[in-house]
C-alpha cells in the first residue's frame, strides 16, 4: 500500500514567482527520476505570509526516495534552486517532516 508524507520547507523572502516559473518548467529527467523511485501525486502549496512551502507526495511501498538525494539530476535540480530557498549545510533544501494528525477520506 502506498503511503501520502507531507515536508515543510522555506522560500526565501521575494521568490515566489520565480520558484513557480522553475517548478512550471520542471525537468522532465527530474519527473522521470521521481516517478521511478516511486514517487507520485506530488504537490506543492506556498503560504506567503511565511513563505513556508508545503508539500505532500505519494510514495509506493518500494519507493527508493531514499537514493534521490545521490543521483545527479537530483543533485543538479538543489543546486539550481539554492539561490531561491533555504537550505541546510549540506548544500539540501531545508526539510521539515510533518506529522499526520488527521484525514478524512
Known amino acids: 500500500m502506498s503511503e501520502r508524507i507531507a515536508f515543510r520547507m522555506v522560500l ?12 512550471d518548467e520542471i525537468w522532465p529527467e527530474l519527473s522521470t ?21 508545503f508539500a505532500t507526495l505519494v510514495r509506493a511501498d518500494d519507493h527508493t526516495m531514499d537514493a534521490l538525494p545521490q543521483t545527479e539530476v537530483n543533485r543538479r535540480w538543489w543546486d539550481f534552486m539554492a ?7 549540506g548544500n539540501e533544501p531545508l526539510v521539515v517532516p510533518l506529522r499526520k494528525v488527521f484525514h478524512l477520506e
Not at 526565501?12 to 517548478?23: D, F, I, L, M, T
Not at 539561490?83 to 549545510?89: A, C, H, K, V
Open 12 to 23: 526565501n523572502p521575494g521568490q515566489a514567482a520565480e520558484y513557480k516559473r522553475r517548478h
Open 33 to 53: 527520476a521521481l516517478r521511478e523511485a516511486g514517487v507520485s501525486d506530488y504537490t506543492i502549496w506556498l503560504d506567503p505570509e511565511t513563505n513556508y512551502l
Open 83 to 89: 539561490d531561491i530557498m533555504q537550505y541546510n549545510d
